[in-house]
Structure formats: structure tokens, C-alpha cells
């Protein structure tokens, strides 16, 4: 499988450009230059930078050169700090992974659509230059199965409207159940040299999203450790506690030698992906992955251990989620014991 050379180990702002209010002050103060060297010294290559169209258009559509300028600084900074860039589109006019937002039509409308492929022209536009530095992320978190005939169909036009203008940019796509790995082989697009992947792994989301309150079944006290559990006793507390939960989550793969939690439960879930991408010669990227503040922070050592040892075997790409707050910051005081080890582990 082609290894993403340059994208190897990352980090996500998220709450920086995207799932804010939108103000100024958040813009100016979240993520500053201070930030950027931390990551430097941590020995990441590489930042995901989630983008909400607000930064970059106004109410009808038109672009905002204050957004870009904001953009372009993010960029130089990366520069000045030997970072790489992904600039991710993680929610559009018309649509977001979060049905909270109240964004619809994206899929439906073809003149949303338009507005889509026009930010990404006016995007490839202004940073289509730094190919190799510079990457490019379609769309965060498609959510139903329903949209994938749509989403192939927008992919591949806004591919070729980006390539017009970029060429050589790396443009990174995922599909859809949120990312899901296993969504991938349904992708219908045109693989070529500049094709990126991705996927995203919380698994197991009993763990990773324990007392998460955006998740209705989720009782907020809700506690469980991986640590010595095998994969059918996490496959039984999650048929147990979320009965029809998640229907299209992945569950833990199974074994007549119930083999204990660890490196092999990601193998054995990234297989058919591997596969895939081997068959396709197309690098596979994790663009988030991570634990909720909740989780005990061994628990939460061991668990990183565990997904980075799958990722290292076979040179995937990935960031970490998130840099700070949004229930999993690694900066977040609750991490300040096994930060300096953990961060081994990204």
C-alpha cells in the first residue's frame, strides 16, 4: 500500500475555523503561533485543519478574503514550523455531520452544489501552489448511506473542477456512515497519484464515547475500560447496554481464540480497507481518531497504543482528535500525566 508521504502523523484544531461561534476573537485567540511550536517539538508532521464555510462566505455566497487571509497565516505558520496542511471542509452550506446545525439540501440541490464547487475553486485557486504542502479534504463525515450515489457523483465533479486548477494537490475523500471504514470500497471515483483515503476510527465507541452527551443512549455516568477485555465481551456489553445503537457501527472482529484488546482489533478492522487500498495503490488516512476526556488515562494509554501499532505496520497517515477541548483535547488538564507518553503514541 502507498504510504502518504508527509502526512504521517498529525494533529487536528479543531474549534479553531470550525464548531464555533464564528466570532473574531475565537478566530484571533484559540490557535496561535505558541500553538504551532508545541507541535513542532511534539515531532508531528502535519495539521488538519477543519474549515466551517462561515469563515470562508457570507449569507449569499459571496467569499470572504478576510477567511483566506485568516487561511494564509495558518499556512505560513505551518511553513515556519515544518508543518504540512490539511485543509478540511467539515461542514458546507447545506449540509453538516451534526443534524444539530440544521443544514439540509446539500445532497438534493443543485445550485448549493454549485456554491460547493466554487468555494473549492476559489480554495485550489489560492493555495493550489503548495502541492505537497497543501492538501486538500473533500467534505467531513458523510452520515447516510443513502447520500452515496450523490456524494460520487459530487466527488468526482468537484475533483475535476480542483483539477483544472490544482493538478498536483493531494485531495483527500472519505464516504459515508461518518467516515466509516467500511463505507470505503462504495467510493466511485477516479484513483490517481493525487487520491487520498480516509477513514475515521472511534472503535469501540463504548469506550472512546463513554458519557458522551450528544449521544442519546449515552447515560453521562456510563463507564467502561478496554483493558484486558476480549473482543467478544466487548461485542456482548455492546449488544447489552446500546441494543440497537449505531446500527452501522463496527463491532469488535470475533476469533475462536478470543484474542485480548490490542494491535490486532485494529488490523483485523482495517483489513478490508487495506485490501482495497493495496488493490487501488491509493495511501489510506485516518483523519480522526481519538478518547473522550472521561476514559481513565491508562485506559486511554493503552487504547493509543494499541491503534498506533496498526497504524505504524502499515504506514497509515493519521491525526489525532483534538488538540484541545471538544471532550477529547490532549492539551486538557486531565491528560497532564501521560501527555509526554501518550504523545509517543500519535
Known amino acids: 500500500m502507498r504510504e502518504w508521504k508527509g502526512f504521517k502523523k498529525g494533529i487536528n484544531l479543531g474549534g479553531w475555523f470550525s464548531q464555533n461561534d464564528h466570532e473574531e476573537k475565537t478566530y484571533d485567540t484559540f490557535i496561535t503561533e505558541s500553538d504551532f511550536k508545541i507541535f513542532s517539538k511534539w515531532g508531528i508532521d502535519h495539521v488538519r485543519i477543519p474549515i466551517d464555510y462561515h469563515l470562508l462566505e457570507d449569507a449569499k455566497g459571496e467569499h470572504l478574503e478576510s477567511g483566506f487571509k485568516r487561511i494564509d497565516n495558518a499556512v505560513s505558520l505551518c511553513t515556519?514550523?515544518?508543518?504540512n496542511v490539511i485543509l478540511d471542509m467539515h461542514r458546507v452550506y447545506g449540509f453538516s455531520f451534526f443534524k444539530g446545525y440544521g443544514e439540509f439540501g446539500f445532497f438534493e440541490d443543485s445550485s448549493i452544489q454549485e456554491r460547493y464547487y466554487k468555494l473549492w475553486e476559489a480554495i485550489a485557486a489560492r493555495y493550489g501552489k503548495y502541492h505537497g504542502h497543501v492538501a486538500f479534504e473533500l467534505l467531513n463525515e458523510i452520515t447516510e448511506q443513502s447520500y452515496s450515489e450523490s456524494w460520487n457523483r459530487i466527488a468526482r465533479l468537484c475533483i475535476g473542477?480542483?483539477?483544472?486548477?490544482?493538478?498536483e494537490t493531494d485531495i483527500v475523500v472519505g464516504s459515508y456512515w461518518n467516515n466509516s471504514i467500511l463505507a470505503l470500497s462504495d467510493l466511485n471515483i477516479r484513483v490517481d497519484d493525487h487520491i487520498i483515503y480516509t477513514f475515521h476510527c472511534y472503535e469501540p465507541l463504548i469506550f472512546t464515547?463513554?458519557?458522551?452527551?450528544w449521544i442519546d443512549e449515552m447515560s453521562l455516568d456510563y463507564r467502561y475500560s478496554i483493558i484486558d477485555k476480549t473482543y467478544e465481551q466487548?461485542?456482548?456489553d455492546f449488544g447489552r447496554d446500546f441494543k440497537g445503537w449505531f446500527a452501522n457501527r463496527i463491532l469488535a472482529p470475533g476469533g475462536s481464540d478470543d484474542p485480548v484488546f490490542g494491535k490486532d482489533y485494529f488490523v483485523s478492522m482495517f483489513s478490508s480497507a487495506i485490501n482495497l487500498a493495496e488493490k487501488l495503490n491509493v495511501p489510506l488516512y485516518c483523519g480522526e481518531y481519538g478518547v473522550i476526556k472521561y476514559c481513565d488515562p491508562l485506559d486511554q494509554l493503552y487504547w493509543f497504543k494499541a491503534i498506533h501499532e496498526a497504524f505504524e505496520e502499515y504506514d497509515i497517515g493519521r491525526a489525532v482528535w483534538t488538540y484541545k477541548e471538544y471532550h477529547f483535547g490532549i492539551i486538557d488538564k486531565g491528560l497532564d500525566g501521560i501527555r509526554d507518553e501518550l504523545i509517543k503514541y500519535f
Not at 209 to 213: P, S, V
Open 209 to 213: 464515547h463513554q458519557g458522551a452527551d
Open 234 to 236: 466487548i461485542n456482548e
Open 80 to 83: 515556519k514550523y515544518g508543518l
Open 161 to 167: 473542477r480542483i483539477r483544472k486548477i490544482a493538478p
